[in-house]
């Protein structure tokens, strides 16, 4: 029969491509093997956020809807048409070729991008959290799994012994009776 790896074993083999020292791994054993890993990343990214966080996440909500786009499609064409048919000439705010118009939109762009960057980066650090989550919580269940198995192979090991033992006893008594 083959040997069956133990938990610690399994793991260090799933880490062995890492690069962690002796402490870091032994605490990492114990993590996956004795308590519980799975964390609610969203709580823990929510209680971490700080004000211009929130302001970022804000802004990339709206500037993200559809909403937005159409809003701004309206304020567009209602600038081009304030500045091109209703104050003509001289009355014009911005006048054909809308360099103001233009200026504005520069600016907004230049301010827009790197808030929404912002936003992305945190998402993104939230994901590498919630895939290491998930990784923990996949290797656990797989450690629990392996346990699982070696308590089945026990078990059935037991029922074999106590069959082979129950059937001695029955050939004991037959043998017995044959003998009367």
């Known amino acids: 029969m083959e040997k069956r790896l133990t938990k ?75 500045n091109t048919f209703i104050l003509m000439g001289d009355k014009s705010i911005d006048p054909y070729p809308f360099i103001l118009l233009n200026l504005v939109l520069s600016c907004i762009s230049a301010l827009q991008a790197p808030i929404i960057m912002m936003s992305q980066n945190r998402q993104a650090a939230k994901d590498s959290l919630r895939n290491q989550n998930d990784y923990r919580t996949d290797l656990k269940s797989e450690l629990i799994l392996e346990s699982l198995h070696d308590q089945m192979d026990a078990i059935l090991r037991n029922q074999k012994r106590i069959f082979r033992y ?12 044959k003998k009367d």
């Open 8 to 82: 610690k074993e399994i793991v260090k083999m799933l880490l062995k491509n890492n690069e962690l020292d002796a402490k870091d791994e032994e605490e990492l054993l114990d993590l996956l093997i004795d308590q519980p890993i799975a964390i609610d990343v969203d709580k823990q990214e929510e209680a971490k956020m700080t004000f211009s966080d929130k302001i970022a996440d804000k802004v990339s909500e709206v500037c993200g809807s559809w909403l937005f786009i159409i809003l701004f499609m309206v304020f567009l064409i209602g600038w081009i048409i304030l």
């Open 166 to 177: 129950i059937q001695g006893l029955e050939e004991e008594v037959e043998n017995e009776d």
